[in-house]
């Protein structure tokens, strides 16, 4: 009867952990290879017929069909976004559901939660940016001040008697405020709105002076005559603005605040299927007619790749944990 020496054991062990790795190896790439071989859900943390739920439905078209799968679009509107990002955190890791998340849902809201059933960084993996926009600064009509220098001053020679109005407490158009009052010094009231439709009728009224809103609603109050546009948020004039000075150009030196749009999957899915799923948000995003329809939501189209994305949103989530405490902003 033969006996099998330590070394041999050792070797054929070896051998056999080597077959398995491979082999699991080969399943990862063919189940790689074989996506996607069922319909794909993108799930939107915000109502229908809203700037990211027409975002969503743009890119999901464009996408279905050059995946050859259907693409639905699900709103689970709620928490400012993290309804939407817990259903995909929890989803199977497999990229057959999706995420439109934006700055406001993955990584301001995940700060200003309570309490968090999932992890921004680990539980959701991005895969590339999809559009990113900058906002307007809107006044009423009747506020004596034509330019960002006027408006500054104004606010200075009377602290705490101008208003703005934001689209919600911890909004992006919150912070946009927060942070031009920080860099402009300058004591401006928030006023806080359920939504941002109502916080531009108050502004075209007269009851609150100014606010920071997306650009298309913002031009189409502007052309009423009872608001006026001063400036864009942006670090670069915006190219369908062309005439409009940026914050910082017109005053407020350092300026620059703006919002991105971006899809995201199951954290722990393949690598293989982000990268693809990132390649197809570029062809997608690449075509004329589709940065026609988002140029006409005001956004400019943009992407990357995942690694690139989750940088950013490290960043972001660094950057705006700080900010959030110097703002003074918490959920209310």
Do not use: C
């Amino acid at each position: 009867m033969s006996t099998l020496s330590p070394l041999s054991f050792t070797r054929r062990s070896l051998l056999g952990l080597a077959v398995l790795a491979t082999t699991a190896w080969g399943a990862q790439a063919i189940a790689a290879d074989a996506y996607p071989s069922q319909p794909l859900k993108m799930v939107v943390g915000f109502a229908a017929g809203g700037g990211n739920d027409v975002i969503a439905r743009i890119i999901a078209k464009e996408m279905q069909q050059s995946m050859g799968q259907t693409i639905v679009v699900e709103n689970r509107a709620g928490a400012g976004g993290l309804i939407a990002a817990d259903v995909v955190a929890k989803a199977p890791p497999n990229g057959y559901t999706l995420l439109l998340g934006s700055t406001g849902s993955n990584t301001v809201a995940p700060l200003l939660a309570s309490k968090l059933s999932f992890d921004p960084r680990k539980d959701l993996a991005p895969v590339s940016l999809v559009a990113e926009s900058g906002n307007v600064l809107l006044v009423n009509a009747g506020v004596p001040a034509n330019s960002v220098k006027e408006l500054v001053a104004l606010a200075r020679k009377d602290p705490g008697t101008l208003n703005y109005a934001s689209s919600g407490n911890g909004s992006t158009l919150h912070l946009a405020g927060a942070l031009f009052a920080k860099q402009a010094n300058v004591n401006i009231v928030h006023v806080p709105y359920r939504g941002n439709s109502q916080a531009l009728t108050d502004v075209s009224g007269g009851q609150v002076q100014m606010t920071f809103s997306g650009i298309p609603p913002a031009l189409q109050s502007a052309k009423t005559g009872q608001t006026k546009i001063l400036a864009v948020t942006t670090k670069e004039r915006v190219k369908s603005l062309p005439n409009i000075p940026t914050i910082a150009e017109a005053g407020v030196p350092g300026y620059e605040f703006s919002t991105w749009y971006a899809v995201f999957t199951t954290g722990g899915t393949d690598p293989a299927i982000v990268e693809r799923l990132a390649a197809e948000v570029k062809k997608a995003v690449a075509k004329p007619e589709v940065q026609a329809m988002l140029a006409a939501q005001g956004v400019e189209p943009s992407t990357n790749t995942p690694a690139q994305m989750r940088q950013k949103i490290d960043t972001e989530l660094t950057q705006w944990g700080r900010d959030l405490k110097a703002f003074g902003i918490t959920a209310q």
